[in-house]
């Protein structure tokens, strides 16, 4: 596992662990974080930052206690409401597609567990992030409250929408199988920012979109992947 030394990014966002929500951070659980980056280097994965964050992010902290003894294979898990915690590579990838540098304005759809956003917080970006459902958003903002990550602003809407009174911004991740790349994200990418996207519907392909200018996208098709559905409106409760 990649070491936190003194002047890295990750260590000038690092987030404190001892308010965690009844969960702790055994010398177990790092031995398994440190087995999984030892994976995701296997299966290609050579950004550090994010290597770095994901070795010193306790993954079992965003899951139901059933699945701790889990946590740390690389594979999805439930949360509840119909979604799931991804895969670690696939958590790696896009976040290694984004490429996110410190103080960037980042804007992820789809909160989830909160592990994602967490993700990009510790690689230095300014992350507002999207959930649809109520029940996701007031756990995810709780757990994310409780490491005092304070560089993340979470939020109970519609992801189809965005956030236009954030936007522009530097960065844009979807964490949910979208059936086209909603206009309104795209206007909300800043000239030059990067948007990664899985799109289709039943299985997608995980698309890098950059802007050029007011009106040209430069895109590219990487590889295959599988989300839950990224649907429009909001649920209570």
Not at 106 to 113: F, M
Not at 132 to 139: A, Q
Not at 177 to 202: C, D, H, S, T
Request: some cysteine; glycine content about 8%.
């Amino acid at each position: 596992m990649l070491v936190v030394g003194k002047n890295s990014n990750l260590a000038r966002t690092r987030y404190h662990k001892k308010q965690a929500i009844h969960v702790k951070d055994t010398y177990r659980h790092k031995g398994l974080r440190r087995r999984l980056i030892g994976e995701l280097q296997k299966k290609g994965i050579s950004d550090e930052r994010v290597l770095e964050a994901m070795g010193a992010l306790p993954r079992h902290f965003f899951l139901d206690k059933a699945f701790e003894e889990w946590a740390y294979e690389d594979k999805p898990f439930p949360i509840g409401s119909e979604q799931t915690i991804s895969q670690p590579y696939t958590v790696a990838y896009m976040s290694n597609l984004l490429n996110v540098q410190p103080r960037e304005k980042v804007l992820e759809i789809g909160t989830g567990s909160g592990y994602q956003a967490a993700v990009l917080a510790l690689m230095g970006g300014r992350v507002y992030t999207i959930e649809r459902h109520e029940s996701l958003y007031v756990k995810a903002k709780e757990m994310l409250h409780s490491l005092n990550m304070g560089n993340i602003r979470c939020f109970h809407r519609d992801g189809f929408k965005g956030l236009p009174e954030f936007a522009p911004f530097h960065k844009i991740m979807v964490t949910a199988g979208a059936p086209e790349v909603p206009e309104a994200l795209r206007q909300q990418l800043a000239i030059g920012g990067l948007m990664v996207i899985p799109v289709g519907k039943n299985a997608q392909k995980m698309h890098c979109i950059e802007r050029i200018d007011e009106t040209r996208y430069d895109e590219k098709i990487m590889g295959d992947f599988r989300f839950v559905p990224f649907l429009k409106g909001v649920e209570k409760g």
